[in-house]
Protein backbone atom coordinates (compact mmCIF):
# COMPACT_ATOMS: atom_id res chain seq x y z
CA UNK A 1 0.00 0.00 0.00
CA UNK A 2 0.87 3.93 -0.07
CA UNK A 3 2.84 4.93 2.38
CA UNK A 4 4.41 8.49 0.65
CA UNK A 5 1.65 11.19 0.61
CA UNK A 6 2.06 14.68 -1.15
CA UNK A 7 1.15 18.01 -1.14
CA UNK A 8 -0.22 19.62 -3.03
CA UNK A 9 -1.62 18.18 -5.90
CA UNK A 10 -1.25 21.02 -8.10
CA UNK A 11 0.27 24.23 -8.26
CA UNK A 12 0.42 27.31 -10.66
CA UNK A 13 2.96 29.94 -10.60
CA UNK A 14 4.17 32.88 -12.48
CA UNK A 15 7.57 32.33 -14.38
CA UNK A 16 10.32 33.33 -11.61
CA UNK A 17 8.27 32.60 -9.17
CA UNK A 18 9.69 29.34 -6.30
CA UNK A 19 8.01 26.49 -6.03
CA UNK A 20 7.62 23.42 -3.38
CA UNK A 21 6.74 20.09 -3.44
CA UNK A 22 6.47 17.59 -0.12
CA UNK A 23 6.24 14.33 0.38
CA UNK A 24 5.62 12.92 4.08
CA UNK A 25 5.58 9.38 5.34
CA UNK A 26 4.81 8.16 8.97
CA UNK A 27 7.41 6.10 8.99
CA UNK A 28 11.24 6.12 8.54
CA UNK A 29 11.98 6.07 4.99
CA UNK A 30 15.34 4.28 4.48
CA UNK A 31 15.22 6.12 0.75
CA UNK A 32 13.41 8.73 -0.92
CA UNK A 33 13.68 9.03 -4.79
CA UNK A 34 12.19 12.05 -6.76
CA UNK A 35 10.86 11.76 -10.75
CA UNK A 36 9.65 14.09 -13.34
CA UNK A 37 6.95 13.68 -15.62
CA UNK A 38 6.64 15.92 -18.20
CA UNK A 39 2.67 16.48 -20.06
CA UNK A 40 2.77 13.66 -22.04
CA UNK A 41 5.65 12.00 -20.94
CA UNK A 42 6.76 9.22 -18.68
CA UNK A 43 8.16 9.54 -15.05
CA UNK A 44 11.41 9.83 -15.08
CA UNK A 45 14.12 9.62 -12.44
CA UNK A 46 15.99 13.00 -10.79
CA UNK A 47 17.80 11.95 -7.63
CA UNK A 48 17.49 9.55 -4.96
CA UNK A 49 18.41 10.99 -1.25
CA UNK A 50 18.94 8.35 1.73
CA UNK A 51 20.93 10.40 4.44
CA UNK A 52 19.37 11.88 7.27
CA UNK A 53 19.14 15.21 6.60
CA UNK A 54 20.63 14.88 3.08
CA UNK A 55 20.31 17.89 0.68
CA UNK A 56 21.23 17.78 -2.88
CA UNK A 57 20.88 20.57 -5.83
CA UNK A 58 20.62 19.90 -9.55
CA UNK A 59 20.81 23.76 -11.13
CA UNK A 60 17.75 25.03 -9.55
CA UNK A 61 16.40 22.01 -8.43
CA UNK A 62 16.78 21.37 -4.36
CA UNK A 63 16.33 18.10 -2.66
CA UNK A 64 16.01 17.25 0.78
CA UNK A 65 15.43 14.55 3.42
CA UNK A 66 14.22 15.51 7.07
CA UNK A 67 16.40 14.73 9.86
CA UNK A 68 14.27 12.01 11.03
CA UNK A 69 13.68 10.61 7.53
CA UNK A 70 9.73 10.86 7.31
CA UNK A 71 9.57 13.67 4.62
CA UNK A 72 11.34 15.38 1.52
CA UNK A 73 10.78 18.31 -0.36
CA UNK A 74 11.65 19.29 -3.33
CA UNK A 75 12.30 23.08 -4.04
CA UNK A 76 12.34 24.52 -7.24
CA UNK A 77 14.57 28.39 -7.26
CA UNK A 78 12.84 30.87 -10.28
CA UNK A 79 10.37 28.31 -12.19
CA UNK A 80 10.46 28.43 -15.95
CA UNK A 81 8.13 27.10 -18.02
CA UNK A 82 10.45 23.98 -18.82
CA UNK A 83 9.99 23.31 -15.55
CA UNK A 84 6.12 22.45 -16.18
CA UNK A 85 4.83 19.17 -14.95
CA UNK A 86 4.31 16.41 -12.62
CA UNK A 87 6.34 16.03 -9.65
CA UNK A 88 6.44 12.15 -7.66
CA UNK A 89 8.18 11.61 -5.04
CA UNK A 90 8.66 7.16 -4.06
CA UNK A 91 9.53 5.74 -1.09
CA UNK A 92 8.93 2.20 0.39
CA UNK A 93 6.05 0.54 0.52
CA UNK A 94 4.38 -0.55 4.05
CA UNK A 95 5.95 -3.84 4.19
CA UNK A 96 9.35 -1.75 2.91
CA UNK A 97 9.91 -4.39 0.32
CA UNK A 98 9.07 -2.73 -3.00
CA UNK A 99 8.95 1.34 -4.09
CA UNK A 100 5.62 3.11 -3.64
CA UNK A 101 4.66 6.62 -5.47
CA UNK A 102 3.37 9.34 -4.14
CA UNK A 103 0.29 11.02 -5.72
CA UNK A 104 2.62 13.83 -7.31
CA UNK A 105 2.29 17.63 -7.70
CA UNK A 106 1.62 18.56 -11.15
CA UNK A 107 3.28 22.30 -11.64
CA UNK A 108 2.28 24.92 -14.12
CA UNK A 109 4.12 27.93 -15.13
CA UNK A 110 3.17 30.90 -16.44
CA UNK A 111 4.99 32.92 -18.62
CA UNK B 1 21.27 1.92 -24.48
CA UNK B 2 17.84 1.55 -25.30
CA UNK B 3 15.29 2.80 -22.81
CA UNK B 4 12.54 0.42 -21.95
CA UNK B 5 10.29 -0.28 -25.07
CA UNK B 6 6.29 -0.41 -25.67
CA UNK B 7 4.25 -0.98 -27.98
CA UNK B 8 1.97 0.13 -29.34
CA UNK B 9 1.89 3.74 -28.44
CA UNK B 10 -1.44 4.01 -29.15
CA UNK B 11 -4.96 1.49 -29.42
CA UNK B 12 -7.93 2.17 -29.73
CA UNK B 13 -10.47 -0.61 -29.38
CA UNK B 14 -14.12 -1.20 -28.83
CA UNK B 15 -15.37 -2.61 -25.52
CA UNK B 16 -15.41 -6.15 -25.51
CA UNK B 17 -12.00 -6.63 -27.55
CA UNK B 18 -8.89 -8.11 -26.02
CA UNK B 19 -6.06 -5.39 -26.02
CA UNK B 20 -2.29 -7.01 -25.59
CA UNK B 21 0.54 -4.86 -23.83
CA UNK B 22 3.78 -4.84 -25.06
CA UNK B 23 6.86 -4.50 -23.02
CA UNK B 24 11.28 -4.91 -23.54
CA UNK B 25 12.54 -4.48 -20.11
CA UNK B 26 16.27 -2.52 -20.16
CA UNK B 27 19.00 -5.43 -20.70
CA UNK B 28 20.56 -6.90 -17.57
CA UNK B 29 17.35 -5.74 -15.85
CA UNK B 30 15.45 -8.10 -13.42
CA UNK B 31 12.39 -6.26 -12.05
CA UNK B 32 9.80 -5.58 -14.32
CA UNK B 33 6.59 -3.26 -13.12
CA UNK B 34 3.45 -2.75 -14.82
CA UNK B 35 1.42 0.66 -13.86
CA UNK B 36 -1.69 2.23 -14.94
CA UNK B 37 -2.31 6.19 -14.89
CA UNK B 38 -5.17 8.15 -14.76
CA UNK B 39 -6.33 11.64 -14.10
CA UNK B 40 -8.26 10.43 -11.35
CA UNK B 41 -6.43 7.53 -9.76
CA UNK B 42 -2.94 9.09 -10.64
CA UNK B 43 0.12 5.96 -10.68
CA UNK B 44 -0.96 3.00 -9.85
CA UNK B 45 1.01 -0.08 -9.77
CA UNK B 46 -0.36 -3.51 -11.18
CA UNK B 47 1.85 -6.00 -11.12
CA UNK B 48 5.46 -6.75 -10.45
CA UNK B 49 7.97 -9.01 -11.61
CA UNK B 50 11.53 -10.49 -10.76
CA UNK B 51 13.44 -12.61 -12.76
CA UNK B 52 10.49 -13.33 -14.65
CA UNK B 53 8.18 -14.30 -11.65
CA UNK B 54 5.21 -12.36 -10.43
CA UNK B 55 5.64 -11.09 -6.99
CA UNK B 56 3.14 -8.84 -6.41
CA UNK B 57 -0.35 -8.40 -8.67
CA UNK B 58 -2.24 -7.53 -5.90
CA UNK B 59 -2.64 -4.04 -7.89
CA UNK B 60 -4.38 -6.01 -10.55
CA UNK B 61 -7.85 -4.86 -10.66
CA UNK B 62 -9.71 -7.77 -12.15
CA UNK B 63 -9.84 -10.97 -13.57
CA UNK B 64 -9.75 -9.30 -16.77
CA UNK B 65 -6.02 -8.08 -17.07
CA UNK B 66 -3.90 -10.34 -17.05
CA UNK B 67 -0.10 -10.87 -17.46
CA UNK B 68 3.07 -12.37 -18.26
CA UNK B 69 6.74 -12.59 -18.48
CA UNK B 70 7.67 -15.91 -20.42
CA UNK B 71 11.70 -14.52 -20.07
CA UNK B 72 14.04 -11.83 -19.54
CA UNK B 73 12.95 -9.22 -22.25
CA UNK B 74 9.41 -9.73 -22.78
CA UNK B 75 6.18 -8.77 -20.73
CA UNK B 76 2.73 -8.46 -21.63
CA UNK B 77 -0.33 -6.88 -20.40
CA UNK B 78 -3.62 -8.42 -21.88
CA UNK B 79 -7.01 -7.02 -20.66
CA UNK B 80 -9.54 -9.56 -22.32
CA UNK B 81 -12.61 -8.24 -22.60
CA UNK B 82 -11.51 -4.31 -22.59
CA UNK B 83 -13.97 -1.89 -20.75
CA UNK B 84 -14.12 2.17 -21.56
CA UNK B 85 -13.28 2.35 -17.62
CA UNK B 86 -9.61 0.62 -19.05
CA UNK B 87 -8.54 4.24 -20.97
CA UNK B 88 -5.70 4.74 -19.47
CA UNK B 89 -2.11 5.37 -19.87
CA UNK B 90 -0.06 2.30 -19.02
CA UNK B 91 3.76 2.49 -18.54
CA UNK B 92 5.83 -0.43 -17.83
CA UNK B 93 9.20 0.47 -15.80
CA UNK B 94 12.02 -2.10 -15.08
CA UNK B 95 14.93 -1.78 -12.54
CA UNK B 96 17.87 -3.74 -12.02
CA UNK B 97 16.21 -5.44 -9.15
CA UNK B 98 19.76 -7.01 -7.93
CA UNK B 99 19.07 -5.90 -4.22
CA UNK B 100 16.63 -4.08 -2.13
CA UNK B 101 13.57 -3.44 -4.51
CA UNK B 102 12.52 -0.43 -2.47
CA UNK B 103 15.48 1.48 -3.18
CA UNK B 104 16.21 0.61 -7.06
CA UNK B 105 15.72 3.26 -9.75
CA UNK B 106 12.78 2.58 -11.75
CA UNK B 107 13.19 3.19 -15.91
CA UNK B 108 9.82 3.89 -17.11
CA UNK B 109 8.55 3.26 -21.31
CA UNK B 110 6.76 5.90 -22.89
CA UNK B 111 3.80 4.12 -22.48
CA UNK B 112 0.60 3.27 -23.99
CA UNK B 113 -2.37 5.23 -24.46
CA UNK B 114 -5.31 3.60 -24.33
CA UNK B 115 -8.65 3.86 -25.62
CA UNK B 116 -11.76 2.13 -25.27
CA UNK B 117 -14.64 3.43 -27.07
Known amino acids: GQQVMQIPQYQHVQEGEDFTTYCNSSTTLSNIQWYKQRPGGHPVFLIQ?????EVKKQKRLTFQLGKEKKNSSLHITATQTTDVGTYFCAGPNNAGNMLTFGGGTRLMVKP | DAGVIQSPRHEVTEMGQEVTLRCKPISGHNSLFWYRQTMMRGLELLIY????????DSGMPEDRFSAKMPNASFSTLKIQPSEPRDSAVYFC???????????????FGPGTRLTVL
Open chain 1, 49 to 53: LVKSG
Open chain 2, 49 to 56: FNNNVPID
Open chain 2, 93 to 107: ASSLGAGDPSTDTQY
